[in-house]
């Protein structure tokens, strides 16, 4: 099955700093690629997703790429505030095959005054 | 649009007592819906397909028995743990699919087993 990896899994930057966090999948029929924001006990929220067709999308200052033949995915923040610490997810699923999503491990992002 | 409603939010219950927790999807229908179990500071992991009119498909190491599936309309399913134990405590969540592959999900459910 699909496996998921995701670095780092906490990260700490000063507010108006850029973010990074990657992830990379094991299963080259995965081609749906979400992220998701999780605050303490609330319920994931999708920020931002991608499919395998395009390398790059970007939403105001969100932004994810995607490289299919290293088989990894990158979430972008800039511009970064206190409102933009929670925890994030990344996840793969291949529609084809149930929409199953597997989750990465989760980074928790903290931004700093 | 895409709501998904779960309920309830928390239970805290005996050990012993088996416990019904709702998913619905409030404003379009879902032949599928997702059950997931989520420990603290920890990732969410797949415990079950759930399908309308048929059976659900659990991942591997879920007991069936013990996490009961059922899916009898479009716009809801239910996920029963039964006999619960202290080791069953933990954050449920939901999740269905209005249109092609972004999944939405519910509030969840924290589940506290004395």
């Known amino acids: 099955g699909e496996n998921v990896e995701q670095h780092p899994s906490t990260l700490s930057v000063q507010e108006g700093d850029s973010a990074v966090i990657k992830c990379t999948y094991s299963?080259?029929?995965?081609?749906?690629f979400p992220w998701y924001k999780q605050e303490l006990g609330k319920r994931p929220q999708l920020i931002i997703d991608i499919r395998s067709n395009v390398g790059e999308k970007k939403d105001q200052r969100i932004a994810v790429t995607l490289n299919k033949t290293a088989k990894h995915f990158s979430l972008h923040i800039t511009e970064t505030q206190p409102e933009d610490s929670a925890v994030y997810f990344c996840a793969a699923s291949n529609r084809g095959g149930g929409n199953k999503l597997t989750f990465g491990t989760g980074t928790q992002l903290k931004v700093e005054l | 649009g895409a709501v998904v409603s779960q309920h309830p939010s928390r239970v805290i219950c005996k050990s012993g007592t088996s416990v019904k927790i709702e998913c619905r999807s409030l404003?379009?229908?879902?032949?599928?819906m997702f059950w997931y179990r989520q420990f603290p500071k920890k990732s969410l992991m797949l415990m079950a397909t759930?399908?309308?009119?048929?059976?659900?498909?659990?991942e591997q190491g879920v007991e069936k028995d013990k996490f009961l599936i059922n899916h009898a309309s479009l716009t809801l399913s239910t996920l029963t743990v039964t006999s619960a134990h202290p080791e069953d405590s933990s954050f449920y969540i939901c999740?269905?699919?209005?249109?092609?592959?972004?999944?939405?999900f519910g509030d969840g459910t924290r589940l506290s087993i004395l």
């Open positions: 999740s269905a699919i209005p249109g092609q592959e972004q999944q939405h």
């Open positions: 404003d379009f229908q879902a032949t599928t």
């Open positions: 299963d080259s029929a995965s081609n749906y």
């Open positions: 759930s399908n309308e009119g048929s059976k659900a498909t659990y």
